[in-house]
Nanobody, 115 residues
Framework: QVQLVESGGGLVRPGGSLRLSCAVP????????MGWYRQVPGKERELVAA???????NYADSVKGRFTISRDNAKNTVYLQMNSLNPEDTAVYYC?????????WGQGTQVTVSS
């Protein structure tokens, strides 16, 4: 089983910023569209943003204009820059391929937006 490793979460005040990182095995990273997902307790996991191998991106409406997904092909890492955070962004954030694979889910990283 392959697990992707997320990092960079934490506690931030409304209006603040965080950058999440996800280290991905190269054999996966080089050929796959990557996505950031988030989950709130009691709700289904949702796709937040995705980026393909040539850098085209897509975002959920709720984060457009605030979040930016990027990938560093030299480091096999995908990032999620999150700006203008609000309490509704509080969730555990995960990275995975898009479409997701069940055997790639990692532990995620908690993001809490609170004053």
């Amino acid at each position: 089983q392959v697990q992707l490793v997320e990092s960079g979460g934490g506690l931030v005040r409304p209006g603040g910023s965080l950058r999440l990182s996800c280290a991905v095995p190269g054999v996966i990273f080089r050929f796959r569209t990557m996505g950031w997902y988030r989950q709130v307790p009691g709700k289904e996991r949702e796709l937040v943003a995705a980026i393909n191998i040539v850098g085209d991106t897509n975002y959920a409406d709720s984060v457009k204009g605030r979040f930016t997904i990027s990938r560093d092909n030299a480091k096999n890492t995908v990032y999620l820059q999150m700006n203008s955070l609000n309490p509704e962004d509080t969730a555990v954030y995960y990275c995975n391929t898009f479409p997701q694979r069940g055997d790639y889910w990692g532990q995620g990283t908690q993001v809490t937006v609170s004053s």
